[in-house]
């Protein structure tokens, strides 16, 4: 029994070693393992350790600072995540297409009821330090990372969508249709809730900018600070110093990763 045992062992060893170095692996018919070797993927460039709650990601949006019309930070997002590759399911309408489809930002507008001031502001998950969306999530699929990033296992969500209807900020985006194609950095699929990760990817490999962030800048508005909520010398943290800030639905209690000045 034994021996059987030490041959199944190295059998199994075997395979794994032989599977790491391929592309595709049948384990069983209609069954794929999908692997790629450390060496040729860029996205595992810089993963030297998981994360640590020595860091809590977040970010500044400045109100008076984001364009009327401007959509960088949303088209930035798409293309990063490969948003940009939905496609609306034959036969639905536009109006249920453009309902329906994920949207990890969106641009949205509020107005001052006494001085009828117009402001404009991305909202996306605020990665909140207590998230509701982790609290009423049935299988633990929503959670948060010791880096205070908010994340969705697609492993395990089975799209109740709890977490959805616990989010006060309405960040959540739910797959309807199958994901025709989609990013290795960015894994998606029917049935799955969804919302921002704030460029973990990107994090992951060392970067310390969000696409929406390096988009803003870029065309000149830099509307968006990213950076650590924890490091007092970093440049999120001397902006939140230097001018007023506040949460969305500070009553709430949530204390948010994502705060907005000029509000």
């Known amino acids: 029994m034994n021996d059987a045992h030490e041959k199944i062992d190295q059998e199994r060893r075997r395979f794994l070693g032989t599977a790491a170095g391929v592309t595709t692996a049948v384990v069983a018919p209609g069954v794929f393992l999908h692997t790629v070797a450390t060496a040729q993927s860029s996205d595992a460039e810089g993963r030297t350790e998981g994360a640590t709650s020595a860091h809590r990601w977040g970010m500044l949006i400045d109100t008076t600072k984001c364009a009327d019309g401007c959509d960088a930070c949303v088209t930035a997002c798409n293309r990063e995540n490969g948003l940009d ?31 009828g001031r117009i402001s404009n502001l991305p909202i996306l998950c605020q990665h909140c330090e207590h998230p509701p969306c ?26 109740c969508r709890y977490c959805m209807m616990a989010c006060p900020y309405k960040a959540r985006s739910f797959i309807h249709a199958e994901v025709e194609e989609k990013l290795t950095r960015a894994p998606r699929g029917k049935g799955c809730v969804e919302s921002c990760t704030l460029c973990v990817h990107r994090l992951d490999r060392g970067e310390l900018t969000t696409a929406c962030a390096e988009a803003c800048a870029k065309d000149g508005h830099g ?26 639905r500070e009553d709430l209690k949530l204390n948010t990763g994502v705060r907005y000045a000029g509000l």
């Open 223 to 248: 509307a968006i600070v990213f950076g650590d909520l924890k490091d007092p010398d970093s440049a999120l943290s001397q902006a939140l110093r230097a001018q007023p800030n506040r949460q969305i």
């Open 85 to 115: 590759l939905q496609a609306k399911p034959e036969g639905q309408s536009e109006a249920e297409w453009l309902q329906q489809r994920s949207a990890w930002i969106r641009k949205v507008k509020l107005q001052d009821q006494v001085s």
């Open 134 to 159: 982790v609290d009423v999530c049935p299988t633990g699929a929503s959670f948060k990372r010791a880096d205070g990033i908010v994340l969705v296992d697609r492993h395990t969500c089975i799209g």
